[in-house]
């Protein structure tokens, strides 16, 4: 199986590559990034993409029999506009391109606990996660959306913010 993955640089899509890697079944995979990741791999092919609404010049290099979509922001740690782009537009973007290639292929998108697909949450990310959500449903009957509530570091040397450490408490 290839994959295709992004966000590997961050919290949770730098998890899913150490897995993957390691996954005897998953024969290649393909990692989009705004920087290098620094590791090496056999079955790893490092992508960088300056432009995450732009598939143009790897179009054909999107052929994969899933992509686990683990990029994202903090909606407090951009623009709304910032948040919008990086959530909804780049997703769908990515999985047009994708479902193009390969209309069979599975899109797994990382969302939220509290996504609302009516977009009626208080809270943007809410909203918009949701609305990501509808769209990318919209696209192939192969979308899957993960909500998690909470995800638990698992490295022992890892720093909790704050108010991490109180809700992992409770």
């Known amino acids: 199986m290839r994959i295709i993955l ?3 640089t961050g919290f949770v899509g730098g998890e899913v590559l150490k897995q993957a890697l390691e996954d005897s079944s998953i024969t290649g995979i393909m ?10 791999h056999p079955k790893l092919e490092d992508v960088i993409l300056q432009d995450f609404l732009d598939y143009s010049r790897i179009k054909a290099s999107l052929k994969a029999d899933a992509c686990i979509w683990c990029l994202g922001v903090s909606q407090t740690a951009v623009s709304r506009e910032e948040y919008i782009k990086i959530t909804f537009d780049y997703a769908v973007m990515a999985a047009r391109a994708m479902f193009s290639e390969n ?5 797994c998108f990382l969302s939220g606990s509290r996504a609302d697909q009516e977009e009626k949450s208080r809270v943007l990310y809410g909203r918009i996660k949701g609305r990501t959500e509808r769209e990318l449903g919209g696209l192939s009957p192969n979308v899957y959306h993960f909500r998690p509530a909470f995800i638990r570091h698992t490295s022992r040397t890892f720093t909790a913010h704050p108010i991490s450490r109180r809700i992992s408490i409770c």
């Open 6 to 8: 992004t966000g590997a």
């Open 31 to 40: 990692t989009l990034t705004r920087r290098p990741l620094g590791v090496t």
């Open 103 to 107: 209309p069979h292929m599975r899109f």
